[in-house]
């Protein structure tokens, strides 16, 4: 069956130009000049709107055991309220934990996915226990599944914490099979001595969560994983969720120099802020515990983190999407914030945030377009297959709507959550239809789409590396 989407504004990474786009069964057959495409295709008419490869989202757990909880997002939950805000495929991270088999931890995700997905979707591993057998497994895993990327943790120590030495294995282990280390860069035994020093003063609301998660712990971890790679002969190296000025400095530093460093941040550390969200009345900035955390509207860092992502110092908005329920879920931590589980939820809106960042002036429509779905291609071995509309390429395609408002609510969005951590948030522009290879899954508000209709995407190399 063919499409022809018609009388839109392409974008791409080159920015904005008018074309048809001409989609034969599950891929791009072809882009035309404006009036030039053959008769006979179903027509989507896309007048005043953006037509733009659907969206990646390079961060997302769902259904995560953490903190005694789980996230709760399932894969049927969460790539439907994915595809509803244009996202068209997620990389999601399966875990191996201490003493686990890293490639029963794989299937364990598998497991969790098969048949429940709306959308496209492939792994990252995090690597729980680094030592002989997840070094030979990272091989493994690299040449025959199509996962070409692993997740270390400088923080929680007892949980998924790597010390400096394994570490440097892991990462010499990447240099070798060309995949990329991804860091959650925070230095967990002083925060947690921080975390022990405040709940023996009595501090215990959200607000210390953010306040014994300095920035200075963020930043180091950052600086230290930077000269662990260049051990490691420059592994690629790949910053998750970074929140905070000092260490964007680290990252900016290292690309000076040419390093095999990128980072990514997440809408909530361009938007929200330590005082006005971890510091709400009561227990009310539990909604918005999340590691690393919201930092200071005091300080520049919202500010630095925009012009970071126009800079390319930040390659990629991902959402951590990880989220829990206020009932029965951030209520664990109610008289002791550090057993609220971590996470927030904005799968659902991360296109939309994005788009608002254009309209403020922050970004182009062509960086935007890059931010959340060419780059997190490019970086994590989709492209082009992903994030270009292009002939050939899957028809993973959003005609987005400057024209309207989108007003975000718990009562309106489709995440499994009981509140949202963006209420009452109104965007200029909207999602209109997104169609995901080829077929229209989400049209106007209307979900079309179902369950399992997701594949799993093998992945290759970055293609930013040389």
């Known amino acids: ?32 000049a404006p009036g030039r495409a053959p008769d006979g295709p179903e027509v989507i008419d896309a007048t005043g709107k953006y037509v733009i490869p659907g969206a990646i989202d390079a961060h997302t757990h769902m259904q995560m055991p953490f903190g005694g909880t789980e996230a709760s997002d ?42 429940r997905c709306h959308i496209d979707y492939a792994f990252h591993m995090i690597v729980g226990g680094v030592d002989d057998d997840a070094l030979k497994a990272m091989d493994q895993l690299v040449n025959d599944e199509g996962i070409t990327s692993f997740k270390l943790f400088m923080a929680y120590p007892g949980v ?17 099979n060309g995949a990329m280390i991804m860091m959650h860069a925070e230095n967990g035994p002083a925060i947690d001595v921080l975390v022990k020093q405040a709940l023996e003063r009595g501090e215990t609301d959200p607000i210390y969560h953010g306040i014994t998660r300095p920035q200075e ?4 971890a950052t600086s ?21 000025s000092k260490a964007l400095e680290q990252v900016r530093a290292a690309r000076d120099l040419g390093r095999n460093v990128f980072a990514e941040t997440c809408p909530q550390y361009l938007y929200l802020t330590l005082e006005d969200q971890l510091g709400a009345p009561g227990f009310e900035g539990a909604k918005w515990v999340c590691s690393t955390p919201l930092r200071s509207g005091k300080e520049s860092h919202r500010a630095d983190l925009w012009q970071g992502l126009r800079t390319n110092d930040l390659s990629v908005v991902s959402t951590d999407h990880c989220p829990f329920c206020m009932k029965d879920q951030k209520e664990m931590g109610v008289g002791d914030f550090s057993k609220i589980p971590n996470g927030i939820g904005s799968v659902e809106h991360r296109v939309d945030l994005l788009y608002q960042g254009v309209v403020d002036g922050k970004l182009s429509l062509a960086r935007w377009v890059e931010t959340i779905a060419t780059t997190p291609a490019r970086m994590f071995g989709l492209y082009p297959r992903k994030g270009v509309i292009a002939p050939g390429s899957d028809a993973d395609i959003v005609i987005y709507d400057p024209a309207v408002r989108t007003r975000i609510s718990v009562e309106t969005h489709h995440m499994n959550m009981d509140y949202s951590a963006w209420e009452g948030w109104e965007i200029d522009g909207g999602v209109d239809t997104v ?11 209307e979900y079309l789409g179902r369950a399992g209709r997701g594949n799993y995407v093998k992945r290759g190399l970055s293609d930013y590396l040389i």
């Open 74 to 115: 399932t894969f049927d939950t969460g790539t439907r309220a994915a595809a509803i805000g244009g996202t068209t495929t997620i990389i999601d991270f399966a875990i191996q934990r201490y003493g686990e088999v890293v490639q029963d931890g794989l299937a364990a995700w598998h497991q969790k996915t098969a048949g």
């Open 224 to 244: 230290r994983a930077i000269w662990l790679a260049s051990v490691a002969a420059d592994c690629p190296l790949y910053i998750v969720h970074l929140s905070a």
């Open 217 to 220: 712990l963020e930043a180091e």
């Open 160 to 176: 998924f914490y790597s010390d400096d030495g394994q570490i440097l294995r892991a990462m010499q282990k990447a240099r070798s």
């Open 435 to 445: 169609l995901s290879r080829g077929e229209v899954i989400s049209r106007g508000g």
């Open 1 to 32: 069956m063919s499409t022809l989407i018609k009388g839109g504004t392409v974008v791409g990474p080159t920015g904005p130009y008018a074309a048809d786009v001409l989609v034969d069964g599950e891929t791009i057959a072809a882009l035309f």
